[in-house]
Antibody
Framework: QVQLQESGPGLVKPSGTLSLTCAVS?????????WSWVRQPPGKGLEWIGE???????NYNPSLKSRVTISVDKSKNQFSLKLSSVTAADTAVYFC???????????WGQGTLVTVSS | EIVMTQSPATLSVSPGERATLSCRAS??????LAWYQQKPGQAPRLLIY???TRATGIPARFSGSGSGTEFTLTISSLQSEDFAVYYC???????????FGGGTKVEIK
């Protein structure tokens, strides 16, 4: 069974860049899945950020597209998120997730809290 | 952008009772609608996809129905472990994006 684990700094300064990595275990990142990022501000709902296929194809939430970059590292079986020019509004739990081709998000990492503060 | 609206925001139900949650889409989704359950401090868990198909391991007391713009999640007899927040999500407008509803919190009455 595929497992996902997020990692990265828990604190980012305003105007800086948030960087997270999701390690995929129990399966290949080159399988027929899209690899997604979703976030959840404290006490609020879920927001899809974007996703990547192992070929490098990406889709991004239009509301975040100008600040988001998602990349894949097949040699390490992981994918990454970069969100630039962050503000306090970007404080959230960030989840990585697996979305099988032609379907919706089927499994999730445990999530990691990122706080934007000076 | 497709807007997903869930109602009610909070549903108070006694254990053993039936719970009915609603989700409305601003555009037709066909059957490309999923439901997720989220408990405090945990990641969401897929319950239903294709509007009415239970995901692997999901108990039969969870059922989904609807198509187009109106969808329903029914929990036939609430168990203690079912008190959580439930989100609907559309994946018809993909690419480019997926969108979630605001959630319905099912609490103990």
């Amino acid at each position: 069974q595929v497992q996902l684990q997020e990692s990265g700094p828990g604190l980012v300064k305003p105007s800086g860049t948030l960087s997270l990595t999701c390690a995929v275990s129990g399966g290949s990142i080159s399988s027929n899945n899209w690899w997604s990022w979703v976030r959840q501000p404290p006490g609020k709902g879920l927001e899809w950020i974007g996703e990547i296929y192992h070929s490098g194809s990406t889709n991004y939430n239009p509301s975040l597209k100008s600040r988001v970059t998602i990349s894949v590292d097949k040699s390490k079986n992981q994918f990454s998120l970069k969100l630039s020019s962050v503000t306090a509004a970007d404080t959230a739990v960030y989840f990585c997730a697996r979305k099988p081709m032609g379907a919706t998000i089927a499994s999730w990492g445990q999530g990691t809290l990122v706080t934007v503060s000076s | 952008e497709i807007v997903m609206t869930q109602s009610p925001a909070t549903l108070s139900v006694s254990p053993g009772e039936r719970a009915t949650l609603s989700c409305r889409a601003s555009q037709s989704l066909g059957s490309n609608l999923a439901w997720y359950q989220q408990k405090p401090g945990q990641a969401p868990r897929l319950l239903i996809y294709g509007a009415s198909t239970r995901a692997t391991g999901i108990p039969a007391r969870f059922s989904g129905s609807g198509s187009g713009t109106e969808f329903t999640l029914t929990i036939s007899s609430l168990q203690s472990e079912d008190f959580a927040v439930y989100y609907c999500q559309q994946y018809n407008n993909w690419p480019p994006s997926l969108t979630f509803g605001g959630g319905t919190k099912v609490e103990i009455k």
